[in-house]
């Protein structure tokens, strides 16, 4: 180690810089996460679930600044000979460092404002197409948070400038670390807990990206936003043609020609002139949706699959008062975007996650629709809404949203909170809960062991522990309200969010899979409502459908922006269902499925319709029908995506919220 420093004292320096920086973002992150939104709730519903990682990570982001500094210091052997050279460095090191600081405040500000973190998404929204609000001033001053904090803690950067520039210098270095292996024990400490593992814990290996993402520190965000900016979709000039292809392939699956287009200006809404068909009295809704609920594990779905995992289900469907739908499919993959295209009847983004990237658009919800008709409305969630950017969504459409973090995402405790909602409820009015449950998520560990079916920790048989622990959930709750006077009139929903490969095939598992293991649900339709079908239904469905299939159910035929159709009503011929996540897609029809891979170097799988499973690859044989497979989803993905850009779902600005 003789090519090392054996002067410790510019390492302290920057060390001392760090250490007064660091005090200014836990200042900063405090302020975030312990104050309530400029509007009331609370920022976050889990505080102390979030602050460890957003702490850990904002101490990542600092020590990204001051490490290359830290490096160069430990092989400066005479620091008195280039003193005003080393003076310079300390002092671009703080300014960056304050910098951070400044940044840091800016985005978690924008957080709290407009829940969603400065990106090009943020800048299209508030700066270029738009001056800043008249309002913003009254919004600062009339904050829950305290009036005017915001524009106090900008401050935080500017002390930490001057502790620095004034006292910094004059802090003595601690005896003890002028000891040569102290501090290089120091510096080896620091390199790996806050440089190597938030970089190890960023990668995809433990799946945090999701999670990290409203704790992100500056450094991060500044790469993410230039990056963003090299992935910005471009539009073609002229949109009319793929507009016209996905009102075409809407209108085609259409049976009953009731629904009308609106103008350009609204290509994706419609307008209903038939008849709506009101039922004989008000129904309740429950729907119920489990993690990662493959249907490729539930034997009345894949007769191919030989294990009873779900007697409950079967049981349910077996009883006369039940629709089963064989070929029903997830829109989007992972939970969130399942989440964003069970509500709002709209595929998912060809590569952004919209309930983050367009949290600020006014994209309506079948569950919203209810409640403007005087439904209760209440969502019951087994893991932090925060976590994917849920709540601003849940807020727009529910009346209530009911987490409990001591559940530990545990289903039968989170069914057991639901209950007591149903008992504490205004039993004057219809209602609508929805349910996203948790304990059948990978690693398949979170369930009652005499629900265990098997010892094995391979990834595709242990899900059937989680799997049967969750039906039994299901049959606890079901017959505690099934003497309740109301259950007559409450349709039960079942389904799952999405799938998830986990290398049935014998390969590595591969969580950007759109085959069928990873995008085939279940959906049970429960209850004796008079149009609703009994037994197994056959017909290509997917989320899409399920918010237009409730609506159709309960008499309510309110304009929508919704790509699904009632499943009452849905053309056997024409069924088609789009699948997206991050780049990749999956298009099903009666006749073909095709998963394209990677649309740069145009690597597509084809199957033929009958082949459920996707086992046999036949697009070396067909592939005409591939690339025009191909080219519908292109086409329609380009649409969905520039109506996401351009906010054209947004019921709101075309005054149509209700029918006449």
Not at 48 to 57: G, K
Request: hydrophobic share 40%.
């Amino acid at each position: 180690m003789k090519f090392l420093s054996s002067d410790a004292s510019l390492f302290y320096r920057y060390l001392l810089m760090f250490g007064m920086s660091w005090v200014g973002g836990l200042v900063l992150t405090l302020f975030l996460f312990l104050r309530p939104t400029p509007y009331g709730p609370a920022y976050v519903m889990d505080v102390w679930r979030f602050l460890p990682h957003a702490v850990f990570f904002m101490t990542f982001g600092l020590m990204m600044i001051v490490a290359p500094f830290m490096t160069v210091s430990l092989f400066v052997k005479d620091a008195e000979k280039h003193r005003r050279l080393h003076s310079v460095a300390q002092g671009v090191c703080a300014v960056l460092l304050a910098i951070s600081l400044f940044y840091q405040h800016l985005d978690n500000e924008i957080l709290r404002f407009c829940t969603m973190h400065i990106s090009p998404d943020f800048l299209r929204t508030y700066l270029l197409s738009q001056d800043v609000p008249d309002s913003l001033w009254d919004l600062l001053a009339s904050d829950a948070g305290g009036a005017n904090v915001s524009l106090y803690l900008l401050s935080v950067p500017v002390i930490f400038l001057v502790c620095w520039f004034v006292f910094g210098k004059r802090i003595p270095q601690p005896v003890v670390l002028k000891n040569k292996k102290v501090f290089l024990s120091l510096f080896g400490v620091l390199m790996f807990g806050f440089i190597f593992l938030p970089c190890l814990f960023r990668s995809e290996l433990f799946a945090w990206k999701t999670i990290q993402a409203k704790v992100a520190p500056p450094v991060v965000l500044i790469r993410d936003t230039i990056v963003s900016w090299n992935d910005t979709i471009r539009f073609p000039e002229d949109m009319s043609e793929y507009i016209a292809t996905a009102q075409k392939a809407w209108l085609e699956q259409e049976n009953d020609k009731n629904w009308q287009m609106l103008d350009d200006k609204h290509p994706f809404m419609r307008r209903y002139v038939g008849e709506c068909v009101q039922p004989d009295k008000k129904y309740n809704v429950i729907i119920i949706s489990f993690e990662s609920y493959r249907a490729y594990n539930l034997n009345m779905f894949n007769t191919e699959y030989k294990i009873e995992v779900a007697p409950y289900l079967n049981k349910l469907i077996t009883d006369g008062n039940a629709a089963y739908y064989t070929h029903y499919y997830t829109n989007g993959h992972p939970t969130i975007g399942a989440f964003m295209a069970l509500h709002t009847g709209i595929a998912p983004h060809s590569s952004y996650t919209v309930a983050k990237a367009f949290v600020n658009n006014k994209i309506d919800s079948f569950v919203n629709v209810l409640r403007r008709h005087g439904y209760q409305t209440v969502f019951v969630g087994a893991s932090d809404p925060d976590w994917d950017s849920q709540r601003p969504w849940l807020i727009q459409w529910y009346d209530e949203v009911l987490f409990d973090p001591a559940n530990d995402e545990m289903d039968r405790p989170v069914m057991q909170d639901a209950l007591k909602w149903l008992k504490a409820r205004d039993m004057s009015k219809p209602f609508v809960m929805t349910a996203f449950l948790m304990s059948n998520h990978m690693p398949f560990f979170r369930y009652e062991k005499e629900f265990r079916l098997t010892d094995s920790d391979v990834l595709y048989e242990k899900i059937i522990n989680t799997m049967h622990y969750d039906d039994d959930v299901l049959r606890e709750f079901v017959e505690s309200i099934r003497n309740e006077p109301w259950f007559e009139n409450t349709i039960l929903v079942v389904t799952g969010d999405h799938g998830v490969d986990l290398g049935d095939r014998g390969e590595q598992p591969d969580y950007k899979n759109l085959r069928t293991e990873a995008v085939w649900i279940p959906l049970v339709m429960y209850g004796k409502h008079p149009r609703l079908p009994k037994g197994k239904q056959d017909i290509l469905a997917s989320h899409n459908d399920l918010g237009m299939t409730i609506l159709d159910l309960l008499g309510v035929c309110d304009p929508t922006t919704s790509m699904g159709h009632s499943l009452l009503s849905k053309n056997k011929e024409k069924s088609e269902v789009y699948i997206y996540k991050y780049g990749r897609s999956s298009i099903r029809t009666n006749d073909w499925s095709a998963y394209v891979v990677d649309s740069k170097n145009k690597k597509i799988m084809l199957y033929k319709g009958d082949d459920y499973l996707q086992k046999t690859d036949v697009s070396g044989d067909n592939p005409e029908i591939a690339e025009k497979l191909k080219r519908r989803l292109d086409y329609i993905s380009m649409a969905i995506d520039y109506g996401y850009h351009k906010d054209m779902y947004d019921m709101e600005a075309a005054d149509l919220k209700t029918t006449p």
